[in-house]
């Protein structure tokens, strides 16, 4: 550690020390509350800083005279722009006024408006998932429709640009979640098991990533909670699918919040007819509580989640005719605990902790299933800001996990048991160098437990800023990754799987416009390789590539009361992996995906009325039962959803809306379990989606509403 910081110094140790010129001070609204996250900077430069959770801003010019325009940005809030011309410190308050709109302004935007900072993830909020048709107010939903981004519909989870879906990390607040989903069983979809409105922004990187996060050969989806201390209100919730009820207590610097939820698709799968035969419909019974607290120059948030599910259900299968017979039931705990301090103008200080268990018991045909496991994660990060030009931070991260695993036929059960234990430094800098260029390094060491050697992953990125509207940059990374938990019972990985990212992007934002476009290529090494019916023969001679390109067009400005998006992927991606020692392309990877999603403000009405169109081309399926190289192809997914939002009044809401509007029936994938004959189908449970709720909110506050429960 200490040789690390020694050699950040050296490195830098040329930088000169001019007149350091510090231009500080706070940003509230009208009402006097701080605004976080302000992107403060000097106009058509690269100095600036975000504000803090108390609305601080601080940064350093290293000049003996500022002669420019101070810039005021933040996706909720009107812009400031304010006149500087000083040889001297410099210290102003800022008052800046809410964007006006009674649904609130709908963001994506990307990281290019902190300044040389390559577009390496596209961020968006809670009301974009929410108020985006066919997302359903799931979180994967709507990052379905990201670039680099795929969700297949028999599944649910989330897949990054040719990666299995364990190849991808989700955090909240720095700290990984290892089961971020529902419970699931047979080929029911999950959805993410969080709130969108429990976190103040969300942020998707399809590679590249920074050094801070790994164990993840894809990508990674980060969430943050939410800082500020909530005003006391409750809220009402019916829908058709079941009910809920919330209510948050505000005192002094603290806020105390808990959400009760229950749901039973019982009456709604008796009105909508479905695939399967229910014999138990799902439920599930969910309750949430954050704690926050204001601290002195900092803060700290607790959230705990518990949710309780059950189902049972009979399900033919076609065209062999077998009826499976599937049922689960699960208790899923989640702790996150988060503190962080500034320690002083330039210092901050970031503590997190993670705690996870799950109890799931799942049968298919007698077939039983039990699992049980612990989860604990320390993360520890130090960040300083040496000067205008130059960021670095530095941390630990310790994960620790646990599983019991139970499975059998008729009582006949067999028991194994992992325990696994991980490891990682990282230190990374940013350096923004002359004439338009910026540099970011890290690197990440790694130890995971079954594995006897360390690994180093160096990234870099390289940022070019073409003028105030455009950039270029390039980046390349080292990502490794070991195996989960129920592999690792059956298998002992002796190195690191591993996947290098080269990646090129063009950003061009204007006038609430942005273009986006990114070239990629991925890497495979070290992947396993396992006999069929051999697996003590494996070896990781495995290997394979991802590559392609994603175009991203977002526009919010061309239209009166429109917004959209449109977004398209390419994917060619083959691996020599698991039961096949030759190239393929995996059953999962859908060359061509697209999804145009577009929301429209109806101002008599009262209304936002949103429609998402997503096309997916047809996967490829091999049978690894048999010697022949026969293929079956999914057919192409065309979906269209459609919601509408509807203000009752300003505290009252009605809200609708339908999934796969059109009535298509595609086959998502198949099932090679029968001997001999054709694959059985794998197609959606149901023709359509329908869902239709009522959200009321009593406050002192007369204009807060439900829109965090669509």
Same mark, same amino acid.
């Given at each position: ?10 490195? *830098?140790?040329? #930088? ?61 809030? %009107? ?19 809410? +964007? ?32 985006? !048709? ?11 429709? /990201? ?14 640009? &040719? ?38 922004? /969300? ?9 801070? *996060? ?14 500020? =201390? ?12 079941? &009910? ?7 005192? &002094? ?37 954050? *704690? ?23 399900? %033919? ?23 962080? +301090? ?29 699992? #049980? ?40 059960? %067999? ?45 870099? /990125? ?127 990877? !859908? ?32 049978? =690894? ?69 009522? /959200? ?15």
């Amino acid at each position: 550690m200490k040789a690390l910081l020694s050699l950040l110094l050296l490195l *830098f140790y040329g #930088e000169l020390e001019a007149h350091r010129i510090t231009v500080s001070g706070t940003v509230v609204d009208k009402k006097s509350k701080p605004i976080e996250n302000v992107n403060v900077f000097l106009k058509d430069s690269f100095e600036g800083d975000l504000s803090d959770a108390n609305g601080n801003f601080s940064f350093v010019v290293q000049d003996t005279l500022i002669d420019d325009v101070l810039v005021l940005m933040h996706h909720d809030f %009107e812009g400031v722009e304010e006149v500087i011309v000083t040889r001297e410190n410099y210290l102003r308050d800022f008052v800046m006024l809410e +964007k006006e709109g009674l649904l609130g302004e709908i963001i994506i935007k990307t990281k290019s408006k902190r300044k040389r900072e390559r577009a390496e993830s596209i961020d968006f909020n809670a009301m974009d998932v929410v108020s985006t !048709a066919g997302s359903a107010g799931n979180i994967i939903g709507v990052i379905g429709t /990201m670039p680099g981004a795929q969700v297949n519909g028999e599944d649910g989870r989330l897949m990054i640009r &040719g990666g299995k879906t364990d190849e991808s990390g989700i955090y909240v607040n720095g700290i990984r979640v290892f089961e971020p989903y529902t419970a699931t069983v047979g080929n029911v979809p999950v959805r993410s098991k969080f709130n969108p409105f429990l976190f103040k922004g /969300m942020s998707f990187s399809a590679g590249g990533y920074s050094a801070e *996060f790994g164990d993840a050969l894809s990508g990674v989806l980060q969430l943050d909670t939410a800082d500020d =201390i909530d005003a006391s209100r409750k809220d009402v919730s019916i829908s058709i699918l079941g &009910g809920s009820f919330g209510q948050t207590h505000q005192w &002094g610097k603290n806020s105390l919040s808990y959400h009760l939820n229950y749901l039973n698709l019982g009456a709604y799968t008796a009105l909508i007819k479905q695939r399967y035969d229910s014999q138990k419909p799902f439920s599930t019974a969910s309750a949430e509580v954050v *704690f926050k607290r204001e601290v002195k120059e900092g803060g700290y948030k607790l959230y705990t989640a518990v949710d309780y599910s059950t189902m049972a259900y009979r399900q %033919e299968m076609l065209p062999s005719q077998r009826v499976d017979t599937l049922a689960l039931q699960s208790m899923n705990v989640y702790l996150n605990s988060f503190y962080f +301090k500034r320690l002083s103008p330039y210092l901050r200080l970031d503590v997190g902790t993670g705690v996870g268990y799950i109890d799931y018991k799942g049968e298919k045909n007698e077939r039983y299933i039990g699992k #049980e496991r612990w989860d604990l994660s320390q993360k520890l990060k130090m960040s300083y800001q040496w000067n205008g030009n130059l960021r670095s931070f530095i941390g630990a991260d310790v994960q620790l996990a646990q599983l019991d695993l139970t499975k059998g036929i008729r009582r006949d059960y %067999e028991n194994r048991y992992s325990y696994t234990s991980r490891f990682a430094l990282f230190f990374e800098s940013d350096w923004n160098l002359r004439s338009g260029f910026s540099l970011r390094m890290g690197v990440r060491a790694n130890k995971y437990s079954t594995i006897s050697n360390w690994t180093l992953e160096p990234r870099t /990125m390289l940022t070019y800023q073409l003028n105030a509207k455009q950039q270029l940059s390039f980046s390349y990374g080292v990502f490794n990754q070991a195996l989960n938990l129920e592999q690792g019972m059956y298998l002992k990985q002796e190195d690191w799987m591993r996947a290098n990212h080269y990646i090129f992007n063009y950003t061009y934002e204007f006038k609430k416009r942005i273009l986006r476009a990114e070239v990629f290529y991925k890497k495979y090494s070290k992947l396993l390789l396992t006999p069929k019916g051999q697996l003590n023969n494996y070896s990781q001679l495995g290997e394979g590539y991802a590559k392609g390109f994603d175009l991203f067009w977002k526009d919010n400005s061309t239209f009166k009361n429109l917004k959209y998006w449109i977004t398209y992927t390419y994917i060619d991606s083959k691996r020599k992996e698991m039961y096949w020692n030759e190239w393929i392309q995996p059953s999962y990877i !859908a060359k061509h995906n697209l999804s145009i999603v577009t929301k429209y403000w109806l101002e008599q009405w009262r209304s936002q009325v949103s429609m998402t169109y997503h096309y997916t081309s047809p996967r490829e399926f091999y049978n =690894i039962n048999t010697n022949d190289k026969l293929m079956y192809k999914s057919t192409t997914i065309h979906n269209v959803s459609l919601s509408w939002a509807y203000l009752l009044s300003a505290q009252k809401i009605l809200y609708a809306s339908v999934d796969n509007l059109l009535g298509r029936y595609p086959v998502y994938a198949y099932q090679f379990e029968q001997q001999g004959g054709q694959p059985d189908r794998i197609s959606a449970s149901a023709t359509r989606f329908v869902y239709i709720g009522f /959200m009321w909110t009593l406050s002192l506050n007369k204009k807060s509403n439900q829109l965090d429960n669509l």
